[in-house]
């Protein structure tokens, strides 16, 4: 049993290296934010598995290591932007990614990671439809510099001005107000 048991730790954390492997390989070719259909397919490829179990709250465990917080992150909150990519299956697992995200800014999981990952820490509060995350997102994003707290402050306005993302509302069933088309058709944020 004890074997056994050291096996499954060592699947787990042999999984968050790979995840946040392959995530930092990404990031140096500027793929992290871009919207390329290969690129979400690898990604889904790689990884739906290991999502699907995160999502199920078999991996909880990871959070007690910076890279294992950061891996849970990745998987709950960016994960689902790529691999679901148009359907409302993006935002399935943001409760989960809002709660590992507390989590391991609370134990100071954040400052350990190299800095151009650190961001990760903060998405998760920023892509929330609730004011409250989106103060959170502004200050951790404070901690990163003026680009990234400019990106989120323009989230929190988004939210403040119509209490959720209007580039959402096809994919989540809502109807969009006539104020809410306006600023999708003038250039606002879609995501």
């Not at 930092?24 to 992290?32: D, I, K, L, P, V």
């Not at 849970?72 to 994960?79: G, H, N, P, S, W």
Request: charged share 30%; glycine share 8%; with cysteine.
């Amino acid at each position: 049993m004890i074997a056994r048991r050291r096996i499954e730790v060592r699947a787990s954390d042999d999984g968050a290296s790979a995840v946040i492997g392959f995530w930092s390989e990404a990031g140096t070719r500027g793929q992290w934010f871009d919207q390329d259909p290969a690129f979400d397919a690898a990604f889904r490829r790689r990884f739906l598995d290991l999502h699907m179990e995160v999502a199920a709250r078999r991996h909880d465990g990871w959070a007690e290591t910076a890279e294992g917080a950061l891996a849970l992150l990745v998987l709950t909150d960016q994960f689902p932007r790529n691999a679901f990519r148009g359907t409302a299956h993006m935002y399935a697992t943001d409760p989960l990614a809002r709660l590992h995200a507390r989590q391991a800014v609370e134990a100071g999981h954040m400052e350990r990671v190299e800095p151009a990952l650190r961001l990760f820490f903060c998405l998760p509060f920023a892509h929330s439809e609730d004011i409250a995350d989106q103060d959170i997102s502004v200050a951790l994003n404070a901690r990163l510099g003026p680009t990234w707290l400019e990106h989120a402050e323009g989230h929190r306005d988004i939210i403040r001005r119509f209490g959720r993302f209007p580039h959402r509302n096809p994919m989540l069933g809502r109807a969009t107000t006539p104020e809410e088309k306006r600023f999708l058709e003038t250039g606002g944020f879609r995501g």
